[in-house]
Each structure stands twice: as structure tokens, then as C-alpha cells.
């Protein structure tokens, strides 16, 4: 699986935009961008995946660079409760040589503050 | 949302000893996976278990270990011979429906402490 770089930690007022950044450089065609996000002790949480093109869905939309080194995952409105350990993760399409694992790195730990 | 679910939520046991770790994941998808997350790291892979056979398991995932599916609906992951450092959080999880097997519910885990 590719590599992914994250800040450590981040920032942010509750009720903005939340915009955590994920280095990707080395991605290939066939290999996904996937967001997971761990509050405090519990399992770990699918957000949003993409391939190329931005994706929105309830919880955060999802912006990938037409190169597809970097992406952003954007929270527009975060809240208290956003407060958690984010998680970018870039893997191969199921049946590529892969059976659906998730290779977990370090992740950026979001601190939403009031 | 659907729900993974995890027994127990807190395991105490002496080193050497074994444990079972259950967990019911959504219905009706033949993978299922276990991940470990030992407190204040990152989570782990440890195997993934298609259609009642193991698929893929990592270098974690050694002889002291075992995941089976004793009935339709049940998962298991048992510790023959527990060690301090097998102390962690137990995560299973299961693909979303339609939307690949990348795309998992987790449960909330199961928290193993070896004394």
C-alpha cells in the first residue's frame, strides 16, 4: 500500500470548516483514498473514500488533487463531538492481490476547541 | 446504521492463560476482519477471514492465535497462551454492503488486559 503523511495534530474552532490535509505522492492508479476517523477508545469509523474525483457525503466532503498526491478531507461545520484521531489510508481495489485490509497509520488528532 | 457487536467489552486474565474474544458482525457478507490496538499505538491488522478460511493474516497473527466461526452468525478470536503484550484493544469488523470490502464497521472493541 502506498504511503500516507499527516500532521500530527490540529486545530480547530468549533463550528468552522475543518481541513486535514493528506499526502499521498506515491498512489497509483488503482489505489483508493479512504478516511476513517477513532474517537477516544472506540473502533474506528469509515467517513469517506475516493478515487479521483471529490466526494461529499453527510459527514465531510472529500478533495483529491487532479494528480493525486494529496487530498483533503473537509469537515464543514465541525462540532465538539468531531474531536478525534483522523485517519487517511490509500489501498488497492478488492481483488487486486487484496483482501480488504486496512493499513493504519498515525493519523492527524483533530482537537475541535469551543 | 448497522451494528458490529463485541463480547466482552472487558477481559481481565492471568498470562498463560486462554481467552475468546466473540463478536457478531453484520449479516449476510463473507469477510470479516480483527485488528489490535495496543494502548497509544496505531490499530493493526491481524487477519482477515473469508467465507469460513482465513484470507490473509499478518506477522502478528502467530500460532498462539485462532479465529473461527462457530455458527452462522459468530466470530471468534482465541488466545491459546496469553502474554503481557497481547494486552490491547480487540477491534472486529465487517464490510458495508455494496460498497466493497475497504469500507468497514468496526465494534467497539473489547478491551484484553494479561496480568
Known amino acids: 500500500d502506498a504511503k500516507t503523511t499527516q500532521p500530527t495534530s490540529m486545530d480547530c474552532a468549533e463550528g468552522r470548516a475543518a481541513n486535514l490535509p493528506c499526502n499521498h505522492s506515491t498512489i497509483s492508479g488503482n489505489e483508493y483514498v479512504y478516511w476513517y476517523r477513532q474517537i477516544h477508545s472506540q473502533g474506528p469509523q469509515y467517513i469517506i473514500h475516493g478515487l479521483k474525483n471529490n466526494e461529499t457525503n453527510e459527514m465531510a466532503s472529500l478533495i483529491i488533487t487532479e494528480d493525486r498526491k494529496s487530498s483533503t478531507l473537509i469537515l464543514p461545520h465541525a462540532t465538539l463531538r468531531d474531536t478525534a484521531v483522523y485517519y487517511c489510508?490509500?489501498?488497492?481495489?478488492?481483488?487486486?492481490?487484496?483482501?480488504?485490509?486496512?493499513?493504519f497509520g498515525q493519523g492527524t488528532t483533530l482537537q475541535v476547541k469551543p | 446504521e448497522p451494528e458490529v457487536t463485541q463480547t466482552p467489552s472487558h477481559q481481565v486474565t492471568q498470562m498463560g492463560q486462554e481467552v475468546i474474544l466473540r463478536c457478531v458482525p453484520i449479516s449476510n457478507h463473507l469477510y470479516f476482519y480483527w485488528y489490535r490496538q495496543i494502548l497509544g499505538q496505531k490499530v493493526e491488522f491481524l487477519v482477515s477471514?473469508?467465507?469460513?478460511?482465513?484470507?490473509?493474516k499478518s506477522e502478528i497473527f502467530d500460532d498462539q492465535f485462532s479465529v473461527e466461526r462457530p455458527d452462522g452468525s459468530n466470530f471468534t478470536l482465541k488466545i491459546r497462551s496469553t502474554k503481557l503484550e497481547d494486552s490491547a484493544m480487540y477491534f472486529c469488523?465487517?464490510?458495508?454492503?455494496?460498497?466493497?470490502?475497504?469500507?468497514?464497521?468496526f465494534g467497539p472493541g473489547t478491551r484484553l488486559t494479561v496480568l
Open positions: 469488523a465487517s464490510p458495508i454492503a455494496g460498497m466493497g470490502t475497504d469500507t468497514q464497521y
Open positions: 477471514f473469508y467465507n469460513n478460511e482465513i484470507s490473509e
Open positions: 489510508i490509500v489501498t488497492t481495489i478488492h481483488g487486486s492481490g487484496n483482501t480488504g485490509k486496512l493499513i
